[in-house]
């Protein structure tokens, strides 16, 4: 069985960092492209980061450019997120999720999601 | 980037009765690249359909996807009450994947 479970968030101060995680297992991880997606409260899906399979390519909204960091460690079958330079607007529910189309660049559509993790930026 | 905007924002339905969401993308979506979402409160988000009409595994065949070009649909035959739900749809045929704002299908 497919899992994904992210890990990390919490409440930060503007300006600070955090770093998520996200647990892999029942597939083979280093086949797939892995993806970061957000949810601000009562908002709509943004789609954040993504890395290919390698870690080889990275991709960023813009929004977040220089200042998170996508990555993975196939050996531990995990992704992370290193989230810098934090602001109000970074408030969300961030998602793992699987790119279901090995060859299709960036992974296509998401087959997999993980439960998410909140993360909260506020004095 | 390509825009999708969906269409209503909430649809407000009885169990039983046929429900129809609407996408529609800014440019032409390569190969039909567009998924459905369904998500719940408090939950992931759970893929209903890829490929503009392909059902994704285990989903219940009153869902169905189609559509081509910049106009696409979702379609839920009857409404069960589990159902009741929002709505994403989602392209992948262009970088970067871009999603709808969604459609919220509420009970009447």
């Known amino acids: 069985e497919v899992q994904l479970v992210e890990s990390g968030g919490g409440l930060v101060q503007p300006g600070g960092s955090l770093r998520l995680s996200c647990a892999a297992s029942?597939?083979?991880?280093?086949?797939?492209?892995m993806t970061w997606v957000r949810q601000a409260p009562g908002k709509g899906l943004e789609w954040v980061a993504n890395i290919k399979q390698d870690g080889s390519e990275k991709h960023y909204v813009d929004s977040v450019q220089g200042r998170f960091t996508i990555s993975r460690d196939n050996a531990k079958n995990s992704l992370y997120l290193q989230m810098n330079s934090l602001r109000d607007e970074d408030t969300a529910v961030y998602y793992c999720?699987?790119?279901?189309?090995?060859?299709?660049?960036?992974?296509?559509?998401?087959?997999?999601w993980g439960q998410g993790t909140l993360v909260t930026v506020s004095s | 980037e390509i825009v999708l905007t969906q269409s209503p924002g909430t649809l407000s339905l009885s169990p039983g009765e046929r429900a129809t969401l609407s996408c529609r993308a800014s440019?032409?979506?390569?190969?039909?690249?567009l998924a459905w979402y369904q998500q719940k409160p408090g939950q992931a988000p759970r893929l209903l359909i890829y490929g503009a009409s392909t059902r994704a595994t285990g989903i219940p065949d009153r869902f169905s996807g189609s559509g081509s070009g910049t106009d696409f649909t979702l379609t839920i035959s009857r409404l069960e009450p589990e159902d009741f739900a929002v709505y994403y749809c989602q392209q992948y045929g262009s970088s970067p994947q871009t999603f709808g704002q969604g459609t919220k299908v509420e009970i009447k």
């Open positions: 029942g597939f083979t991880f280093n086949n797939y492209w």
């Open positions: 440019q032409s979506v390569t190969s039909n690249y």
């Open positions: 999720a699987r790119g279901a189309i090995r060859w299709l660049a960036r992974g296509g559509y998401f087959d997999y």
